[in-house]
């Protein structure tokens, strides 16, 4: 298992996304001071620390620890048939277009 892997031992136990947890973890962890208190990412390119990266990470950690928020959804009631979570048809499958969408440049 890679060092970038967001499946870390010390994740603590009142992470509720995980995910961003192990992300904002690395992030936060690439993004240390040196010993003159500049970040030594590649990406701050001499930014004084705390970077706003590491700014950010500080953000997903504590995002990650607070509880999930109840989604509307599961208040709502759904049409027999109806997957509650998505809104589509639970025996149906989105259509299939004939024709490919244009890309155009801009």
């Known amino acids: 298992m890679s060092e970038a892997s967001t499946d870390r031992a010390d994740r603590p136990a009142e992470v509720t996304d995980p995910l961003l947890w192990g992300l904002s973890a690395a992030v936060a962890d690439a993004h240390q001071p040196d010993d003159d208190r500049v970040c030594v990412s590649p990406s701050c390119v001499g930014a004084a620390w705390p970077c706003a990266a590491w700014e950010k990470a500080q953000e ?9 928020p109840v989604s509307a959804a599961a208040d709502t009631p759904t049409e027999p048939g109806q997957n509650p979570s ?21």
């Not at 997903?60 to 999930?68: C, E, I, K, Q, S």
């Not at 998505?86 to 801009?106: F, H, K, M, Q």
């Open 86 to 106: 998505t809104g589509w048809s639970t025996d149906e499958a989105p259509a299939v277009r004939a024709e490919p969408l244009a890309v155009t440049a801009a």
């Open 60 to 68: 997903g950690l504590r995002a990650a620890r607070a509880p999930r």
